[in-house]
């Protein structure tokens, strides 16, 4: 009998092959529960705002869509030999599955086709979805989960009465000295989330909270947002100053 691994228990290879597909599961992701419908017309229309957001990650330095495209590619290839193959989990398949890899192969074409399409046909006829938008926010879908999830508290036995200012410090403190490659990036989503949002703490609290499960303790997303930047950039200032090699 087949055991259902999680995938933090698999071999190191499966592991490899699982991620290997890892844009082709995000592009996918959409579909998920009831998987892709054969129908061009309508796993168009389900995966338009999807594709918008992959091309927003693209130039934001994020998974390339040629990338993805690609790992489509291969996931028909792969599907077309071995279905049940461990690098296609939580991919999902056509509906029905025997047009799988040639729905594989049209979506592939798709994404690289959008760049070309008319500005209106990409912006102007679809509503953003949780999904394209959560492709703006890398690190917050780990951050905020695991820090300020659940009850709202970082995640620390003896924090649990912290306040948010001692939370965000906890934060930084287990990242140091690695500041410098884990935190700007992480200031930045924060700005970005309050530009989206408009500064709207309804719309941040709806989103973050139920999208992603995360939190932002006792504070309003309105304070805690900027309060997260600044600190990451006054610690930045204080233990990692920037030091650029000159030129020779």
Known sequence: ?????????????????????????????PFSVTGVPSDPREWKKGLASTVRGLYYADKGAGRSVHEISAQLLRAAEIFRVDPGADALKHI???V???????????????????????LEGKYGQ???TSHEIALRF???????PIYFGQDGVA???????????????????EVHPLCMWNLPGLAAESYEALALFQNDEDAMDR?????????????DFVDFFPLLAQSIIDHL???HPPVWPKRD
């Not at 729905?103 to 086709?113: E, Q, T, W």
């Not at 995640?155 to 403190?173: H, K, L, T, V, Y």
């Open 126 to 128: 679809v509503q953003m």
């Open 138 to 144: 890398p690190r917050f879908s780990q951050f905020l």
């Open 237 to 239: 200032a204080t233990a």
């Open 92 to 94: 999902p398949a056509a």
């Open 96 to 118: 029905p599955p025997e047009q799988t890899p040639n729905v594989y192969r049209d979506i592939s074409a798709y994404i690289l086709d959008w760049g070309s399409f008319s």
């Open 1 to 29: 009998m087949a055991v259902n691994r999680k995938k933090d228990q698999m071999p190191r290879r499966e592991l490899s092959e699982y991620f290997s597909l890892q844009g082709a599961r995000i592009a996918l992701d």
């Open 155 to 173: 995640i620390d036995d003896d924090m649990q009465f912290a306040s948010i200012e001692e939370s965000i410090s906890m934060i930084i403190e």
């Open 207 to 219: 989103f973050f909270s139920q999208v992603f499960s995360g939190g932002s303790g006792a504070a």
